[in-house]
């Protein structure tokens, strides 16, 4: 599968893709390259930064680039065709699983083997008039909203103890002007073990 992600914070995409396959382990093996190929500004984190990733069976590569405007996109190679997540959409793009023409490497066989390939195939491979596959490409889009509160309430849920998954250590609301405030919420026992939420809010919502 391969991941594209235009800036940092890249455990999002390797923890939304171990939740889609249902891993829960650490590669395998890993290979990275990269480096400060753009923005020679004094930091030491790579703004180009590709890896390998092998989890069980399943390869992953990894492309971080922040010299470029790209789509952060997620996809699922497979026998049966690909699925690509975007941050808002999802796509299906089906495929048959099977060579859908002649190998394209006959053409380097003399022209009697070639032609004898080229003849057997279509034979055996070639649809029957009017039953020709049209594979249908398949989008969902959805509409951008403010996906704090469904966090906070995931993070929020009982766990199976009974007891919340996880806990407001504190909560800090102070006024930043007439129209918004700044909230600091610390989440602890959260998928990771720390996380920090900073949102601006309404006084309403407040």
């Known amino acids: 599968?391969?991941?594209?992600?235009r800036g940092d914070l890249l455990v999002h995409l390797l923890s939304g893709m171990q939740f889609v396959l249902g891993i829960n382990e650490a590669p395998k093996r890993a290979s990275a390259f990269g480096g400060i190929y753009r923005w020679k500004d004094g930091r030491n984190t790579p703004d180009v930064?590709?890896?390998?990733?092998?989890?069980?069976?399943?390869?992953?590569?990894?492309?971080?680039?922040?010299?470029?405007?790209?789509?952060?996109?997620?996809?699922?190679?497979?026998?049966?065709?690909?699925?690509?997540?975007?941050?808002?959409?999802?796509?299906h793009i089906p495929q048959p699983g099977v060579d859908m023409a002649?190998?394209?490497?006959?053409?380097?066989?003399?022209?009697?083997?070639?032609?004898?390939?080229?003849?057997?195939?279509?034979?055996?491979?070639?649809?029957?008039?009017g039953q020709e596959p049209a594979p249908q490409t398949v989008s969902y889009k959805g509409n951008d909203y403010d996906d704090l509160r469904p966090?906070?309430?995931?993070?929020?849920?009982?766990?199976?103890?009974?007891?919340?998954?996880?806990k407001t250590l504190s909560s800090v609301i102070t006024p930043r002007s007439a129209v918004t405030w700044q909230t600091n919420l610390t989440i602890a026992r959260a998928p990771y073990i720390g996380?920090?939420?900073?949102?601006?809010?309404?006084?309403?919502?407040?």
């Open 151 to 166: 966090h906070l309430w995931n993070f929020s849920r009982p766990s199976g103890r009974g007891s919340p998954s996880c």
């Open 49 to 91: 930064h590709p890896v390998l990733f092998e989890y069980a069976n399943v390869p992953v590569y990894m492309r971080l680039t922040l010299g470029t405007e790209t789509a952060e996109v997620t996809r699922f190679l497979g026998s049966k065709g690909i699925i690509e997540l975007t941050e808002f959409g999802l796509t």
């Open 1 to 5: 599968m391969e991941l594209v992600w």
């Open 102 to 129: 002649p190998s394209y490497y006959c053409y380097g066989l003399p022209s009697r083997l070639r032609n004898a390939y080229f003849k057997q195939w279509h034979e055996e491979h070639d649809p029957k008039p």
């Open 195 to 206: 996380m920090t939420f900073r949102r601006r809010l309404s006084p309403k919502a407040v």
